[in-house]
């Protein structure tokens, strides 16, 4: 893992200088919020009529606190150097995302050792991901919370299955009340993270049957245990936001302040689309965007690998995908464990149900709102590739495939990015 957080940390660095400033999604709104802390040291205020350029003021404040201070000892050198400086912040915020991806590999395949190296290293090294943490931006941080929290629900329904197989003590509710503290930080981060709290419930109710049967006590306690402390560390902001705007996560606040963007329905009127072909445009933007879709550059273009990357690695995925399926189908899986994936599933499930209603109001095709789910996601996909290689290479299936990705985002960024953010 060391060999991975390093050669991370230098790929990011490549990144975090290689792609202009402000080019990242979003990132001169999310500087633009860390602007206003540093002037005006309050939170800002979203305007509902006139976003304009700080259309991120809506954003919970967590990840803007913690860059404020860098912010804040490079801003004399000037906004581009204050900007630099976030963008490394952004960086070391990333990492533990590895090391959390890491132990939930080892967490659900123990006996498949070379799949938690590989799975830590295709969330370092997938390209997209790569710009994400390189740029100025909450997504990251959000991530690690989602991965932290979806790791301890793991090791609680392990804990009761060991508890349940022994006919010993259940373990306590201080799992889930972790899990409620790192709910609570996610909504301070983004507001997605609110999708974290029916997860935990979830893993409450499963976590709770028992060998005399089902626990309905045991499953009250540990819901109530996760929503108190998440509530009690993220009440405030959402008590805020009802008084404010009269929402407490502003989700029709935001919708309401962008309602003269185009819809799908303008969309479509624009360029002459069908409802067919425009969810096609969406889906396959989505698919790209999980490898890489870089900018805007100038034009509001944006940067796409030639199409034989995205083939190839589609293929990669594919094989990915049904090697999962292989493996869940075959039986290896304990009972736990396959609770434990059912969780995941309900994860990706409330992801893509967000997913789909943003783009119901806009034209949002980015896979980056459903990164929350990258570690489960890495892990099946390494889990699936050594499942469906050849018996000789089935332990060097997924490292092979991290290192194809480590290769894309070393070569492609000076052969296929960078150069169409600085040609005129």
């Not at 975090?16 to 500087?31: F, M, N, R, S, Y």
């Not at 805007?296 to 090697?323: D, E, H, K, S």
Request: net charge positive.
């Amino acid at each position: 893992m060391r060999l991975v957080t390093v050669a991370f940390l230098f790929v990011a660095y490549l990144y975090a200088v290689g792609i202009p400033a402000g080019k990242g999604p979003d990132e001169t709104a999310h500087l633009r919020y860390i602007e206003h802390l540093a002037t005006t040291h309050t939170l800002p205020v979203f305007d509902r009529e006139n976003p304009g350029p700080d259309y991120e003021f809506h954003q919970p404040p967590l990840y803007y606190l913690i860059a404020l201070p860098s912010y804040l000892l490079t801003a004399r050198r000037g906004p581009e150097a204050a900007g630099q400086a976030v963008r490394f912040v952004t960086i070391l915020l990333a990492v533990p995302l590895l090391y959390l991806t890491f132990a939930l590999a080892r967490s659900l395949a123990p006996s498949r050792p070379w799949v938690a190296p590989a799975a830590a290293s295709v969330v370092a090294f997938l390209p997209m991901h790569l710009a994400i943490s390189a740029a100025a931006g909450n997504d990251v941080l959000t991530e690690v919370f989602f991965a932290a929290a979806f790791l301890l629900m793991v090791n609680h329904l392990h804990a009761s299955a060991q508890g349940a197989a022994a006919e010993a003590q259940q373990p306590s509710a201080r799992t889930m009340a972790f899990v409620g503290l790192l709910v609570g930080l996610g909504v301070l981060t983004k507001s997605i993270a609110a999708l974290l709290f029916p997860l935990a419930w979830a893993a409450a109710a499963v976590a709770a049957r028992g060998p005399r049967g089902y626990d309905w006590r045991r499953a009250a306690r540990d819901a109530a245990w996760a929503t108190g402390i998440a509530l009690a560390v993220c009440g405030w902001w959402l008590l805020r936001n009802q008084i404010i705007y009269g929402d407490p996560l502003l989700q029709r606040a935001f919708l309401s302040a962008f309602r003269d963007r185009p819809s799908p329905a303008s969309f479509m009127e624009q360029f002459h689309l069908t409802a067919l072909p425009y969810i096609g445009l969406v889906v396959s933007w989505t698919l790209a965007s999980m490898l890489g879709v870089f900018g805007p550059v100038v034009g509001n273009q944006f940067v796409f690998y030639p199409a034989w990357v995205y083939f190839a690695f589609g293929i990669l995925g594919i094989l990915g995908a049904v090697g999962f399926a292989r493996y869940l189908a075959r039986g290896e899986p304990a009972a736990w464990q396959r609770r434990a994936w059912g969780l995941a599933g309900l994860l990706g499930a409330l992801l893509m149900a967000g997913f789909i209603r943003f783009n119901l109001s806009f034209f949002q095709a980015q896979a980056r709102y459903l990164f929350p789910a990258l570690a489960p996601a890495a892990v099946a996909f390494c889990l699936g590739l050594q499942e469906i290689a050849p018996p000789r290479a089935r332990p060097w299936a997924p490292a092979a495939a991290a290192v194809a990705l480590l290769a894309l985002a070393v070569v492609g960024l000076p052969q296929w990015i960078a150069p169409r953010f600085y040609s005129p």
